[in-house]
Nanobody
Framework: QVQLVESGGGLVQAGGSLRLSCVAS????????MGWFRQEPGKEREFVAV????????EYADSVKGRFTISRDNDKKTVYLQMNSLKAGDTGLYYC???????????????????WGQGTRVTVSS
């Protein structure tokens, strides 16, 4: 059974930082590119960042470029999202997701991802 478990969310003031983690089990982690998405009530799930299977390639939403960094540790089956200079607009439920792809493919549509975690909430107060 595949499980993705996120952690690290919380309440932070604008300008602060958080580091999210997502631990995977029940799958061959290195076969999957890993993405982070976020969602607020009443809104569509939004792409945040994605990292390739080997960790060498990343892509970010324009709204988080220069502030967020995605990384992964295949030995630990974990993907991270370092979030700096947080803004009120970053508030949401953050999900990690796995997309089984060939080595260098990075996809930003949530419809392409097979496996999802339950999410961790990030609240940024202004």
């Amino acid at each position: 059974q595949v499980q993705l478990v996120e952690s690290g969310g919380g309440l932070v003031q604008a300008g602060g930082s958080l580091r999210l983690s997502c631990v995977a089990s029940g799958l061959t982690f290195s076969y999957y590119s890993m993405g982070w998405f976020r969602q607020e009530p009443g809104k569509e799930r939004e792409f945040v960042a994605v990292i390739s299977r080997n960790g060498r390639t990343t892509e970010y939403a324009d709204s988080v470029k220069g502030r967020f960094t995605i990384s992964r540790d295949n030995d630990k089956k974990t993907v991270y999202l370092q979030m700096n200079s947080l803004k009120a607009g970053d508030t949401g439920l953050y999900y990690c997701a796995g997309d089984r792809t060939i080595l260098t493919v990075l996809r930003t549509s949530p419809d392409e991802y097979e496996h999802w975690g339950q999410g961790t909430r990030v609240t940024v107060s202004s």
